[in-house]
């Protein structure tokens, strides 16, 4: 509260006319305070313009964070994915590998298998879903 105060004391000063002699009564002169109003609204409006700067640099900074996260997430998540196929894709080879191909097993996955663009892409299609 005492910098509001230095603050007022210091633009009344400014603004402060010379004390008039009592020869020169001036009826028509504004008040000190009135012309002090239009600077202190300024100062007023300029700190508001820093708090609301402040408030969207942080709304900002918190986006960018969120965003950050939601990347490292979907990082994650891709290489988990990798990961999971990597390891069907082994289960999907060692399966084909067993796979005697004239079986009634072995003859469906033949026809199965037609509409993929390799047989491993069938057999990791088929150990998905079953």
């Known amino acids: 509260m005492d910098s509001i105060d230095q603050l007022l004391a210091q633009l009344k000063a400014e603004y402060e006319p010379g004390k008039p002699t009592p020869q020169q009564p001036k009826p028509d002169v504004i008040p000190p ?10 100062i007023i409006d300029n700190i508001l313009a820093e708090v609301k700067a402040d408030v969207e640099a ?13 990347e ?12 999971q196929l990597e390891v069907l894709q082994k289960q999907a080879q060692e399966w084909l590998e067993k796979l005697d191909p004239f079986s009634p097993e072995g003859l469906w996955f033949e026809r199965f298998a037609e ?14 879903n079953n």
């Open 72 to 83: 490292q997430k979907r990082i994650r998540q891709e290489k988990i994915k990798a990961q």
């Open 33 to 42: 305070f009135i012309p002090s109003l239009p600077k202190s609204q300024s």
């Open 115 to 128: 509409g993929y663009p390799s047989k491993l892409a069938a057999a990791i299609e088929y150990l998905q």
């Open 58 to 70: 942080q709304a900002a900074a918190e986006e960018l964070r969120r965003q950050q996260e939601l």
